[in-house]
């Protein structure tokens, strides 16, 4: 942030402008993103050209040095526009983070900057058809060759991956020392022996790309090293907390979304001669929502203040994105209800909510994991 100025003061005046960014750019075109399952590229370089792309790289690089509080805004005012925050997670609240903390003075100075203003798109390769969250089970290997590595392999699932122009890889360097032979390259996408795979077709966020990705013997050079050669699972353990506390942000953001525009048509739906909200049946069912949606922002917003202060821990993560993800689903599914038969019709935002937010409580670590996460500190 600029010198001298006051953060308090300027995050109000940031969120208006995402609002207003959103509201011009975003909500016109999103039915026609979702008939046509994906989002332009020119997306990223007019978030990158409004200012709200990766606010917390440092100003060297181009960006605004702001702390999470900037980057939980950009998420809530994407949920409340119906579309899911995660079409930029990945790119701004995310892979920022490996690079800065990680990087090199090079990679930064190669990535960062072009992530800022959405000339480069960014995505992370984790996941493989036979390992999602036991990453340890990775296939995708790395072979010391001269000069570098060769890298041959697959990952599934991956966001942003069809429109990617830099990949935060993680692969096995060394087969047989579990979690400490997993090392993370900075992949561009031109290098050849990159592939694109399938967009793949899911359950929600039609507009949201997420692709397979392949690669066949591919050379990078020692520099495209991210962190330490074997230091790859520790980095991306330390890094998670980021992901899963903007999952739970962006799932509270839906639900208030999602009950306010259900207790908006219980009170303009009228059955039997009364409007919806007359009945106690569902008055009751609203309150119960909105006290529990209340003491979810409460409870994701002292995890932001925590991560601010740079606080936040594994566990920390695991218990908001459980919580406020399985809330998120609940809310949605209960507020479809209200709306009946239209609720299940695709042209309400509602029934788009509801298939969106099914996958937050698999992605960024399931329930199960989050759960084992937090046992073992019983």
Known sequence: MPAGVETDALLPVFRDGVARFLRDTVVPAFGEWRERSAMPRAFFTQAGAAGILCPGVPAAFGGAEADFRFNAAVIEELARTGMS????????????????????PAQQAAWLPRLVTGEAVGAIAMSEPGAGSDLQAMATAARRVDGGYRISGQKTFISNGGLADLVVLAAKTDPGAGAAGISLFLIDAATPGFARGRRLRKLGMHEQDTSELFFDDMFVPEDALLGAEGAGFRIMMEELPTERLSLAVGAVAAAETALEMTIAYAKERVIFGKPLIAYQIHSFKLAELRAAVRAARAFVDGGVALHVAGG???????????????????????????????????????????????????????????????????
């Open 312 to 378: 936040l821990n594994a566990v920390d993560a695991a218990e908001m994105k459980l919580f406020a993800t399985n809330l998120q689903c609940r809310v949605v599914d209960d507020c479809l209800q209200i709306f009946g038969g239209y609720g299940y019709m695709d042209e309400y935002p509602i029934s788009r909510m509801y298939a969106d937010a099914r996958v937050q409580r698999i992605y960024g670590g399931s329930d199960e994991v989050m759960k084992l996460i937090i046992s073992r500190t019983l």
């Open 85 to 104: 925050p995660a079409v930029l997670c990945v790119h701004s609240d995310i892979l920022p983070g490996y690079i800065a903390k990680w990087g090199t």
